[in-house]
């Protein structure tokens, strides 16, 4: 198996974990219960609106996006690398879970 195929496992793996997660949610939403009130849900959107900004300004640095990409190019022909990915993506779905 070739390092393709190696990140087309991985990819594979942590999609399906992901997917996992997002059924279990929707499954367990049906029966959660409704907040009550909407002040609720408006607490701390400023801050969490702020900080997404602030994230997606970081990435569109160039000096950070090459770093990222070059990180990324390097850690893909590491097998290593990719069980630890998927090993941390399932330990954190099932955290979530």
Do not use: E
């Not at 997917?19 to 009130?37: F, N, P, R, S, T």
């Not at 702020?50 to 770093?67: E, G, K, N, T, Y």
């Amino acid at each position: 198996m070739g390092p393709a195929d190696q990140v087309n496992v991985y990819r594979s793996v942590i999609g399906t974990c992901w997917l996992v997660l997002v059924l279990y949610w929707a499954v367990a939403a049906i029966g959660a219960k409704l907040m009550d009130g909407r002040a609720h849900r408006r607490k701390g959107t400023g801050v969490r609106l702020a900080l997404i900004v602030l994230i997606v300004l970081a990435f569109r640095l160039p000096p950070l996006r090459q770093s990222l990409l070059s990180v990324q190019a390097h850690l893909a022909r590491n097998a290593v690398a990719g069980v630890l990915g998927v090993v941390l993506c399932a330990l954190g779905v099932g955290l979530a879970i």
